[in-house]
């Protein structure tokens, strides 16, 4: 059954409206690589690079190795790795194998790690050569199903010199002992034929991928992802993005085989830094920086300044959190940014703030995004056209996604256009549900005119002209006195003050009104200012009942991994204070 086309006079130009022969191995897109540019660069971690040919011979190599340890097809195997290189050639050779990736944050505790292995049923564990990370991994495995430990060390794919050097002077990271019976990278690599099984793959049934949610509303889920779910993705992906390569030049599709380098400044164990540039960087044939930590540097944030004028990415995906460190930071004006052609941003809302001082300081375009973990995980954004786009907004449906706005009580029947409500999206890239959690799973899936649509929890509506626009997080909502207050929309303008760095806005209880708002704000390095100047501020910019009522200054909000502001936190702080 054929979507109707997308309600829109602005549906960008030469974009179809569906996306057709997308079921295939999601490791298709590395073996396709490798044959059509097998010599161009893939991964470049420290100056040093890996072929796409290269790439794939360890891919094949790691299939055949886990093969042997006796891992089968729809077995789990973990990855608990920041953005080293080894990364793309293990996920890569897990699918190979026939098995599930399963991605972890690599700044997980003991106990958080256990969790997750232990709910994927992991039967093989790929973790760092790192004396907090290897440690972490000796605990978080205990009582777990975990078999077989892949220690990979970063000195394996630096350049000699560097590597040598290191070595000599202690400065690559390593755990102090290993325990027996785990094995190190390199030495599998090595001993391993680069032979993959032959494995049956149904690309629409088969799992390529556990990841788990944030755990917002509780104990994290594993989201289960086909392999098609991503191939979908990242075909519709390729279709929607047009850049301009000269100035009124026509915009055309991203071109492939080495013209474009991806910048990994965003972790890849999360969904957004794996489709939109690990996996993006293989499906077009393009570089990728490996960046394992982009908070590093004095000020934070330096170090990957640095790698943009040494290594000139063009593409950028990231979180709002980090176009304000780009922003905001304090030698900005030192390094040159001018490669950066096109910034994709998601994972949270984008202030236009925010927007707006990152393009006047860059010169580069940012085009805002949406989805989550459970659709792989685009679902919409923004036309890449600089005319056509809607700052503030989430753009359209991907081509064959639609998006319904349902009653945000019911979450059953769709509400009038331009009126607020939850969001629910149907297309290829939606999971099949929730890793072992069939009650879960059936919550947050509604059938409508003979298909299922997956409730997102946000709160949002289409405007006039097509543009998704998203309100809110569900459950982030705020209601004062019967009003309802949306804490984005408070955020956006105190982000156009001057001195705020970042804000974060949540509900506390409120004897009179229920709840009231309060504002968390970190400012602009070397600013000041006082709780009067910001109340005078949104009294002059916002309704009454929106106003803040309290105001509290913090050097720094707190933030996920992914670099999402955790209101969570800040709401469960207040909590316990009262």
């Given at each position: ?22 079921d ?54 973990a ?25 972890c ?48 060390n ?23 002992k290993?325990a ?27 799992l ?75 499906a ?57 052609m096109?910034?994709f ?7 236009p ?33 600089a ?24 979450s ?33 899936f ?13 709160i ?47 509900g506390?209880?409120?004897?009179k ?15 000041s ?50």
């Amino acid at each position: 059954m054929t979507l109707a086309a997308w309600p829109t006079p602005n549906w960008p130009e030469g974009v179809p409206q569906e996306i057709t022969d997308y079921d295939m191995p999601l490791f298709n897109l590395l073996d396709e690589a490798a044959q059509n540019y097998p010599d161009q660069v893939y991964t470049i971690f420290n100056d040093a690079p890996r072929t796409f040919s290269q790439v794939k011979d360890t891919a094949d190599r790691i299939a055949n190795f886990l093969h042997a340890k006796g891992i089968r097809k729809g077995d789990r195997v973990a990855i608990f790795l920041p953005n080293l290189p080894q990364y793309p050639a293990i996920y890569f050779g897990i699918l190979k194998a026939g098995a599930v990736c399963v991605t972890c944050n690599p700044l997980y505790t003991p106990t958080e790690l256990n969790y997750q292995l232990k709910d994927a049923g992991a039967k093989a564990l790929f973790c760092m050569d790192h004396p907090q990370f290897y440690a972490t991994t000796e605990k978080a495995i205990q009582g777990t199903d975990v078999e077989t430990v892949v220690i990979c060390n970063i000195k394996s794919y630096l350049p000699w010199i560097k590597g040598f050097l290191g070595g000599l002077l202690g400065k690559i990271p390593q755990a102090e002992k290993h325990a027996p019976g785990h094995l190190m990278f390199d030495d599998i690599v090595r001993n391993a034929q680069p032979s993959p099984p032959a494995v049956d793959i149904n690309p629409t049934e088969d799992l390529a991928l556990i990841i788990y949610t944030g755990g917002t509303t509780g104990v994290p889920k594993g989201a289960a992802l086909t392999h098609s779910n991503f191939v979908y993705d990242l075909m519709a992906l390729s279709a929607w993005n047009r850049l301009s390569y000269s100035e009124g030049a026509p915009a055309e599709e991203i071109r492939k085989g080495g013209y474009h380098c991806f910048l990994g400044v965003l972790p890849w164990y999360h969904s957004f830094g794996m489709t939109c540039a690990m996996l993006s960087a293989c499906a077009s044939g393009s570089r990728l920086i490996c960046v394992p930590d982009p908070r590093a540097g004095d000020p934070p944030f330096t170090e990957v300044l640095k790698i943009v004028q040494k290594q000139r990415p063009t593409l950028m995906p990231a979180v709002p959190t980090i176009f304000v460190a780009f922003t905001n930071h304090p030698l900005l004006d030192q390094y040159d940014l001018t490669s950066l052609m096109g910034c994709f941003s998601g994972g949270a809302p984008l202030p236009p703030e925010v927007c707006k001082q990152f393009e006047e300081k860059t010169g580069s375009v940012i085009f805002e995004g949406y989805g989550l973990s459970e659709t792989a995980p685009v679902a919409t954004a923004n036309p890449t056209f600089a005319d056509k786009r809607k700052i503030g907004s989430i753009g359209f449906p991907m081509p064959g996604t639609d998006i319904k706005i349902l009653n945000a009580e019911t979450s059953e029947t769709e509400v009038a256009r331009g009126e607020d409500g939850e969001v629910a999206i149907h297309g290829p890239q939606v999971m099949k549900g929730y890793w072992g959690r069939p009650a879960e799973t059936e919550a947050v899936f509604r059938e409508i005119d003979g298909r299922r649509y997956f409730l997102t929890g946000d709160i949002g509506h289409v405007d006039e002209d097509g543009y998704v626009i998203i309100t809110d997080r569900k459950k982030d909502m705020i209601l004062v006195g019967g009003f309802n207050v949306y804490p984005r929309e408070v955020e956006d303008i105190l982000f156009t003050h001057p001195k705020v760095a970042l804000a974060a806005v949540v509900g506390v209880p409120d004897a009179k009104s229920g709840e009231s708002v309060k504002a968390f704000i970190q400012l602009k390095p070397g600013e000041s200012a006082t709780e009067e100047e910001i109340r005078q501020f949104c009294k002059e910019n916002m309704a009454g009942y929106k106003r803040p009522k309290m105001i509290e200054f913090r050097e720094d909000i707190p933030v996920s991994n992914v670099g999402k502001v955790l209101r969570r936190v800040l709401r469960d702080e207040e909590r316990d204070k009262a």
